[in-house]
């Protein structure tokens, strides 16, 4: 991973083999960035996704093999339990233009993912709601 920083905006590049959600995490902790944005386009060969059932107030994970591009990864940034927690979504397509998305839990860049990243130099911590079973923005 590589990157470049412009005054609060970071400009990241994960390369092929590098897990893009263990990248950052080590980013945000090295840089330590409590709070901000990020967008990002690129190639994955692996993805692991999850989508939050409400009605079972859990998550159900789907797993992805083979190459695909990125036609959105987004997310935020905030702290849980004083570490950076990184809330991302990711959409994808493979080369029969079919598109898979959801919660990002982790995928492995296929060539490179490109990643600009805001840092509002500031904090926003989680906080567990019991009733939805996720940790929630503590605004």
């Given at each position: 991973?590589?990157?470049k920083k412009i005054r609060s905006m970071y400009?990241?590049?994960i390369d092929n083999g590098e897990k893009i959600m263990e990248s950052?995490?080590?980013f945000l902790e090295k840089?330590?960035?409590r709070c901000g944005f990020?967008?990002?386009i690129g190639a994955i060969s692996h993805c692991t996704t999850k989508f939050y059932s409400q009605e079972k107030k859990e998550y159900i994970e789907?797993?992805?093999?083979?190459e695909y591009e990125i036609t959105s990864l987004t997310g935020n940034i905030s702290t849980l339990d004083g570490k950076p927690f990184i809330h991302a979504h990711i959409a994808f397509f493979d080369s029969d233009m079919k598109s898979f998305g959801g919660h990002l839990d982790e995928a492995v860049v296929?060539?490179?993912c490109e990643i600009f990243l805001k840092d509002a130099e500031s904090e926003i911590k989680r906080?567990?709601?019991k009733g939805l079973r996720l940790n929630l923005m503590d605004l």
């Open positions: 991973m590589k990157h400009f990241v590049r950052l995490r080590n840089e330590n960035i990020f967008t990002g789907s797993n992805f093999h083979g296929g060539a490179t906080k567990m709601d």
